[in-house]
């Protein structure tokens, strides 16, 4: 499956920006999503996952309450709508397709990356 993600920019501290990752040539419907993302300087870390159906999100503890995860099987796209936007979630945003149908925060889970879209949040 390719992923092309969008949506990033920069905007100032306390503000929403809703990111989008669209899905092609594969049976997106049936596996998890998820996104990630890389700070300057940073790991790659894990920040929100949804499960083949929409039924189960999980997230990670520095966005949990700001951040939500939703997908459109439809339209082969999910989405990340963050709110409340902070400094320290400045960084390169991207989306995975997962192995299974379940949410995971587990990169090795994830075995198809977007390309990754810039946010930086200026205070």
């Known amino acids: 499956v390719q992923l092309q993600a969008s949506g990033g920019g920069l905007v100032q501290a306390g503000v929403s920006l809703r990111l989008s990752c669209a899905a092609s040539?594969?049976?997106?419907?049936?596996?998890?999503m998820g996104w990630f993302r890389q700070a300057p300087g940073k790991e790659r870390e894990f920040v929100a996952s949804?499960?083949?159906?929409?039924?189960?999100?999980i997230y990670a503890d520095s966005v949990k309450g700001r951040f939500t995860i939703s997908r459109d099987n439809a339209k082969n796209t999910v989405y990340l709508q963050m709110n409340s936007l902070k400094p320290e979630d400045t960084a390169v945003y991207y989306c995975?397709?997962?192995?299974?149908?379940?949410?995971?925060?587990?990169?090795?889970?994830?075995?198809?990356w977007g390309q990754g879209t810039l946010v930086t949040v200026s205070s």
């Open positions: 995975a397709s997962g192995l299974l149908s379940v949410a995971t925060r587990w990169s090795r889970e994830y075995d198809s």
């Open positions: 040539g594969g049976t997106f419907s049936r596996h998890a």
């Open positions: 949804i499960s083949w159906n929409g039924g189960n999100t």
